[in-house]
């Protein structure tokens, strides 16, 4: 298959596990963060909203989420979507429960497991930030 059908069982394991845990303690991500927040606030004006709940989202303090891992250090702007930590836990939770096959682009997994939170009614951030 090709790489666009190249899904993760469950997200991230192993070797991929450790890479992006090197990453997203990396210098390159801190600012490819920060160039994400700028071409964000150019899209959509100054105030970013958490994919989830629609909730302000913070940077420095809330998380970037990646919906696509195979441009890591590469990352093209919508690889990325703001959410707090609360609704990011339960993304990663939901995908990890899919069982997904490797045809599965985990880009559709996201998305699925976005609405999935959306529909929860009151989803809020906030409120689930013990
Ligand atoms: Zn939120
Ligand atoms: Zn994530």
Known sequence: ???LFRGL????????????DKYIDSSL???RRAAWVAVERERVGSRIVCVV??????FGSDDLHH???TRLGAERHHD????HRVAHDQIH???DGFHLTRRVPLRLANRHAISILRRKKQFNCALRAA
Do not use: F, N, Q, T
């Open 1 to 3: 298959m090709g790489r």
């Open 9 to 20: 069982r469950g997200g991230l394991a192993g070797e991929r596990k450790r890479r992006y």
């Open 29 to 31: 991500w801190r600012s």
């Open 53 to 58: 709940c629609r909730g302000e989202w913070v």
């Open 67 to 69: 919906v696509d891992y």
């Open 80 to 83: 990325l979507v703001p959410v």
């Open 93 to 95: 939770a939901l995908i």
